[in-house]
């Protein structure tokens, strides 16, 4: 079984197709994955690998943490874009997220200013006012929306409650405006004997319309670049992901962003 990716709380810098050089930041067990999703794509891996034994870091250490290496990269000079929380699962989970966003933006303001602060969720903890209220407080509030079509959520993303619907997250994104960057997986394959493609013309359409409720400040349309859980899955050229951003532009106004 595919396992998690990253086995420290604070990993890289890495260089990130989308966000320049970045430091990570996992707010899921280092041995384990713990995430409200369990999507067909998951670089690391699905969720029943389980949560492992190390916990969810608490709010010191990941302080600690962040402030070691900022204070040591600052030392050497080193170039950074972004501060970027993301790992082995969903950050807005973790009970203390609101807490470590404010530790991290006064790490920032101390060792880099002028770096960005990014969160890459997946939109499933929007009901939640504290969750809400430290996404609006960082540079990059990136929001996940693969699909605008209930069955293809259900299939590609697997939600895991049963509650999760379009209409309701396409609503909570909205509620940010142009405060949010929305971003969409494209790939297809099969599940179970099921197809999934959210790159066809209906698709498409559906987030068009979904776009165009949320008014994001841009969209970030990417697709898999590492072995996903669901094999079948495949990578989409960089011409049709060019073509698919092209119609959305047209229609929306919005700007896209392709990583492919």
């Known amino acids: 079984m595919q396992t998690v990716l990253f086995h420290e709380t604070i990993f890289g810098p890495i260089h990130s197709r989308r966000l320049g050089t970045s430091l990570g930041v996992n707010l899921s067990p280092v041995d ?105 407080r960082v540079d990059n509030n990136i929001l996940k929306l693969d699909s605008a079509v209930d069955a293809t959520i259900a299939l590609l993303d697997r939600p895991s409650s049963p509650s999760f619907t379009a209409a309701k997250v396409i609503d909570r994104i909205a509620a940010f405006g142009d405060k949010a960057i929305v971003q969409t997986m494209i790939t297809r394959g099969s599940h179970d004997g099921r197809t999934v493609d959210n790159s066809t ?34 990578h989409i050229t960089r011409e049709e992901l060019d073509a698919i951003a092209a119609r959305i532009t047209a229609e929306t106004g919005i700007p896209v962003q392709v990583s492919a």
């Open 201 to 234: 013309p209906e698709e498409v359409s559906a987030l068009i319309e979904a776009y165009r409720r949320i008014g994001p400040r841009e969209i970030m349309l990417y697709t898999i670049d590492r072995p996903t859980p669901e094999r079948s899955l495949v």
């Open 32 to 136: 384990g994955k713990v995430c409200s999703f369990d999507c067909l794509y998951c670089e690391a891996g699905y969720n029943a690998q389980g949560p492992g034994k190390t916990g969810l870091p608490t709010r010191a250490y990941v302080c600690e943490k962040l402030e070691a290496r900022l204070k040591d990269m600052s030392a050497k000079g080193e170039r950074l874009d972004v501060i970027t929380f993301s790992g082995n699962g969903e950050p807005t989970l973790h009970p203390d997220f609101a807490g470590i966003i404010d530790d991290t933006i006064a790490l920032r303001d101390k060792y880099y200013p002028e770096v960005k602060i990014s969160v890459l969720a997946n939109s499933t903890q929007l009901h939640r006012p504290d969750v809400v209220e430290a996404l609006r």
